[in-house]
Structures are given as structure tokens and as C-alpha cells.
Nanobody, 129 residues
């Protein structure tokens, strides 16, 4: 199984920035072949897609974060980042990263939480107005 650890969450004022990190502490095969996504969840609501990145670093974003958030990956560090700029109070949530490898190589990273089987424990982001 893939083991993931998120970090970088915290409290920030609206309009500010945060960078989240998702580091794989164990992968049975090359980390670069995995699709990796960021998701978020507010208590009582369904988990929501944020962004995902493929093996070739092709990124997809939810409409709500386009132009504000940037996903990137450093395969040598087995880490995917989520740079969050111009944050809004509605960005407040627990943020989770997830990984999976539906084929031998991730050509296009899916944005649906149901496409991912390996999840981290989450990191809380709170944006105040």
C-alpha cells in the first residue's frame, strides 16, 4: 500500500497563501507512475475535488480553485504540493491527498475521489475573513 502524509495546513486570512505538501513515505513501485490528487471536506458534506496531477505533470483543477491554486510534484522527494493563493473563507476544510495507479503510468489524473484508493490523514486549512 501507498502511505501518504499531508502537512502545511493552518490558519490564514482571506487573500493570503498556504502551501500544502503530500509526501509518500512508502510506495511499492516508482512514485512517478502514480496519479495524485488533492481533495477537501467540510464536516457533514461530501468530499470535494480540488486538483490532480499526472505522471507527466499535467494538472486538472476544480472550477472553484482555477487561477488560485497550483498543484505540482517533485518525484525525487515523492511529494506533491498544493500552492493556495488568494484563499477565501469557503476554502476552509480538511484537505486530503490521495494516490492511485490505475495503469502502468498516469497519463491523465482523475478528479473524482472514487478513483483513488490510497489516502492520507488530512491537514486542516482555516481561512478567516
Amino acid at each position: 500500500e501507498v502511505q501518504l502524509v499531508e502537512s502545511g495546513g493552518g490558519s490564514v486570512q482571506a487573500g493570503g497563501s498556504l502551501r500544502l505538501s503530500c509526501t509518500a513515505t512508502y510506495t511499492p513501485i516508482s512514485y512517478s507512475t502514480y496519479c495524485v490528487g488533492w481533495f477537501r471536506q467540510v464536516p457533514g458534506e461530501e468530499r470535494e475535488s480540488v486538483a490532480a496531477i499526472s505522471s507527466t505533470r499535467s494538472a486538472t483543477y476544480a472550477e472553484s480553485v482555477k487561477g488560485r491554486f497550483t498543484i505540482s510534484r517533485d518525484n525525487a522527494k515523492k511529494t506533491v504540493y498544493l500552492q493556495m493563493n488568494f484563499v477565501k473563507p469557503e476554502d476552509t476544510a480538511m484537505y486530503y491527498c490521495a494516490a492511485d495507479r490505475p495503469t502502468a503510468y498516469c497519463y491523465t489524473a482523475p478528479l473524482s475521489p472514487s478513483d483513488y484508493n490510497f489516502w492520507g490523514q488530512g491537514t486542516q486549512v482555516t481561512v478567516s475573513s
